[in-house]
């Protein structure tokens, strides 16, 4: 049974392989172009077969058309010609173009007088005018619908490959401010440890264990674009408590969480920049609580956080908050990875500092 279903998904792949290449193939221009150009003359051929008992004049006629019609296509879409398009000398291509057409229009004229001893007054049921200015008004239209379906799928490609290098470049630049972050938090987080290791060894080598967890984290569950809100909670929590190890009892520290946390995906290290921003600005005062008020809480699909803080002063960084490395990076992530589905509200007081962040997941 295993034998058999493994046979049938290599005889699968050969197939879809084989389509490649069969496409790969179609789509060189040497093949699609000589196919296209068949399919005109079996086209045209079957839609005046029953207009002439001369076959061979009818084939003669459409192979001196399409001549025409070949050679304005490519002399406008492979020369020089279409460059004048994007510059002053616009006018330059429809004389080129009509002149062309003229041309043709008069040798097509010209070699079927030649070739067969017809009356084509007769043949055409028209005047010599007539005919000649049927053939110039085909040479014009058919070739510049043939340059308006290329140019149709040149913009699409275009479209395409543009939208492609956007995605790139997002994806380049969320991985350049997601890498901002974390040095970011790692240099706060060594000085921390640096100061810890004078005052308090034992406090030192436990907030060292806990920056390892973070770090871990960081290196093998946050490298995906969306992780699951607990993760998220988690890594807040261990932040959290790694900072109150520095702080000691100076800090009042105090997180709510409200609604349904879980079920549901967010981009990482959304939110830590903020609790960051807490503590990097927090007050320092010696006769009551320094505070630090977080409050996280799910509205339906809406994901809200409310970060508090009391300061002595406001830093200079502090007074233009988005200025911040922090904050500056979070605020492009946050409108590269939920654009037109957060709102961001940053107050300072005299005294505090408040920052709210909702996002729709």
């Not at 058309?65 to 510059?87: M, P, T």
């Not at 002053?88 to 173009?97: A, I, S």
Request: aromatic residues 16%.
């Amino acid at each position: 049974m295993t034998s058999n279903s493994s046979n049938e998904a290599v005889k699968n792949l050969s197939w879809y392989a084989m389509g490649q290449k069969v496409a790969n193939v179609f789509a060189k221009k040497y093949v699609y172009h000589p196919l296209f150009w068949l399919f005109y003359f079996v086209f045209f051929y079957n839609a005046y077969n029953k207009l002439y008992e001369d076959k061979l004049f009818l084939i003669v006629l459409i192979f001196l058309y399409g001549i025409s019609h070949f050679g304005l296509y490519y002399i406008f879409q492979y020369s020089s010609l279409k460059n004048c398009l994007k510059n002053k000398r616009f006018w330059f291509v429809p004389v080129v173009f009509g002149f062309f057409a003229i041309v043709f229009g008069l040798l097509n004229f010209l070699f079927i007088s030649l070739i067969f001893d017809k009356d084509l007054n007769q043949v055409f049921q028209a005047s010599t005018w007539s005919i000649i200015i049927y053939m110039i008004t085909s040479n014009i239209f058919t070739p510049v619908i043939f340059l308006g379906l290329k140019a149709q799928k040149e913009v699409r490609k275009s479209r395409i490959l543009e939208e492609k290098k956007e995605k790139e470049r997002i994806k380049d630049e969320l991985h350049y401010l997601k890498s901002q972050v974390n040095p970011h938090f790692l240099f706060n987080t060594i000085n921390s440890i640096y100061v810890l290791i004078k005052i308090d060894p034992d406090k030192a080598s436990e907030t060292l264990i806990k920056l390892s967890n973070l770090l871990r984290s960081q290196l093998y569950e946050f490298s995906a674009e969306r992780i699951d809100i607990q993760k998220e909670l988690e890594y807040l929590e261990n932040y959290i408590e790694l900072e109150k190890i520095r702080k000691g009892e100076r800090l009042d520290f105090k997180l709510e969480k409200e609604g349904d946390l879980q079920g549901f995906q967010i981009a990482p290290l959304v939110l830590i920049p903020f609790l960051e921003n807490c503590f990097k600005h927090l007050s320092t005062h010696l006769d009551r609580h320094n505070l630090i008020r977080v409050k996280i809480k799910r509205i339906g699909n809406t994901l809200e956080a409310e970060f508090f803080n009391t300061t002595e002063q406001l830093s200079q960084d502090q007074k233009n908050p988005i200025g911040g490395l922090g904050l500056g990076n979070i605020r492009r992530r946050l409108e590269l990875v939920y654009p037109d589905q957060y709102k961001l509200s940053i107050k300072k007081g005299e005294g505090d500092f408040r920052v709210n962040l909702k996002i729709n997941f």
